[in-house]
């Protein structure tokens, strides 16, 4: 949403970065890994509440990754995020044993990252320079 806004001129192009943007990322991290681990060991109703959050986290944690790259780096942070949803599906796969679903994620995380290396070098930016570091 975030891309598609800056790519449509609706949300300011130009990289947005919030005080203290890199703890703001890795507490949404570690609050992630906390609800995900106690979705997984706790009682039905309570953990339908803990996944909920964990999916709420995640939104929020796409949301600042995202805002800080500025519009003309946005197709390079799509394919980039298509081959870390690629990686995703082939996890899927490989904790519900399918066999299908590892070979498309990793099909789809293979050509994501090809695609996301041919556009930093069409651009002349390797992809550090792209995903760049908050300045706090």
Do not use: Y
């Amino acid at each position: 949403m975030i891309a598609s806004g800056k790519l449509a001129g609706r949300i300011r192009q130009t990289p947005s970065v919030l005080p203290k943007h890199n703890l703001l990322l890795m507490i949404i991290l570690i609050a992630i890994a906390a609800f995900a681990g106690i979705s997984m060991i706790s009682v039905k109703p309570l953990s339908s509440i803990f996944l909920f959050g964990t999916g709420l986290f995640a939104a929020i944690l796409g949301i600042l990754f995202s805002i800080r790259i500025g519009g003309a780096d946005m197709p390079v942070l799509i394919s980039f995020l298509n081959a870390t949803a690629g990686i995703a599906a082939a996890w899927c796969g490989i904790a519900m044993q399918n066999r299908l679903l590892i070979t498309f994620g990793a099909t789809v995380a293979a050509s994501g990252s090809i695609l996301t290396h041919v556009m930093c070098k069409g651009m002349n930016r390797g992809l550090l320079k792209v995903l760049p570091e908050a300045k706090e």
